[in-house]
């Protein structure tokens, strides 16, 4: 009843940047906080940005300066501008979002993943 799209994924070169978008859609009543996060091969998955329904954003250290996260809540949709990337920066990135969902009189509240987008960053 909810799903949560990802696009703008890819391969590009060190120093270059990128730009993830996230779109949530269905059955939804308010969307609280969204982030990304990035899983590289051999590794666990891994905060990289949140931002809250007002604004606030959360980065994690070695991210900070070169992503920003963003958010257009009319559209349900949470941004990842990613710049001066390095080869590091190599995973599969994961939209995240906390949703309550409502569908007549059916209430719930639930955390919703996107299905990954690769992002591979060349030396």
């Known amino acids: 009843q909810v799903q949560l799209v990802e696009s703008g994924g890819g391969l590009v070169q060190a120093g270059g940047s990128l730009r993830l978008s996230c779109a949530a859609s269905g059955s939804i009543f308010r969307v609280d906080t969204m982030g990304w996060y990035r899983q590289a091969p051999g590794k666990q998955r891994e905060l990289v940005a949140a931002i809250s329904q007002g604004g606030s954003t959360d980065y994690a250290d070695s991210m900070k300066g070169r992503f920003t996260i963003s958010r257009d809540n009319a559209k349900n949709t949470v941004y990842l501008q990613m710049n001066s990337l390095k080869p590091g920066d190599t995973a599969v990135y994961y939209c995240?979002?906390?949703?309550?969902?409502?569908?007549?009189?059916?209430?719930?509240?639930?955390?919703?993943w996107g299905q990954g987008t690769q992002v591979t960053v060349s030396s």
């Open positions: 995240h979002a906390e949703i309550a969902g409502l569908d007549g009189s059916d209430y719930w509240t639930g955390d919703y």
